[in-house]
Nanobody
Framework: QVHLVESGGGLVQAGGSLRLSCVLS????????MGWFRQAPGKDRLLVAR??????ATSESVEGRFTISKDDAKNTLYLQMNNLQPDDTAVYYC?????????WGQGTQVTVSS
């Protein structure tokens, strides 16, 4: 059973930074396409960044500010978030998927004050 646990969320002022972490257990980390999604209150869950092997992609809304990366030895996915803005306020979710299925973490809250 694949299990994802996120951490690193919190309250930060506009312009600040946070780094989210997601630890995967119960699966072979480097076989999954990994991603970060976010969901603001009353809105859909949207893709923020995705990492397939060493190929990374970020959404236009965060490009140049957020960076997705991983440490295969630690089974951990990261999201470095710089120059955070109030519009980045959301619950951030880690996602892993392969041909067998799709898995989600419980989410971590990121709140950016103006």
């Amino acid at each position: 059973q694949v299990h994802l646990v996120e951490s690193g969320g919190g309250l930060v002022q506009a312009g600040g930074s946070l780094r989210l972490s997601c630890v995967l257990s119960g699966g072979t980390f480097n076989t999954y396409i990994m991603g970060w999604f976010r969901q603001a209150p009353g809105k859909d869950r949207l893709l923020v960044a995705r990492l397939a092997g060493n190929n990374a992609a970020t959404s236009e809304s965060v490009e140049g500010r957020f960076t997705i990366s991983k440490d295969d030895a630690k089974n951990t996915l990261y999201l470095q978030m710089n120059n955070l803005q109030p519009d980045d306020t959301a619950v951030y979710y880690c996602n892993a998927n392969d041909l067998a299925g799709e898995y989600w973490g419980q989410g971590t809250q990121v709140t950016v004050s103006s």
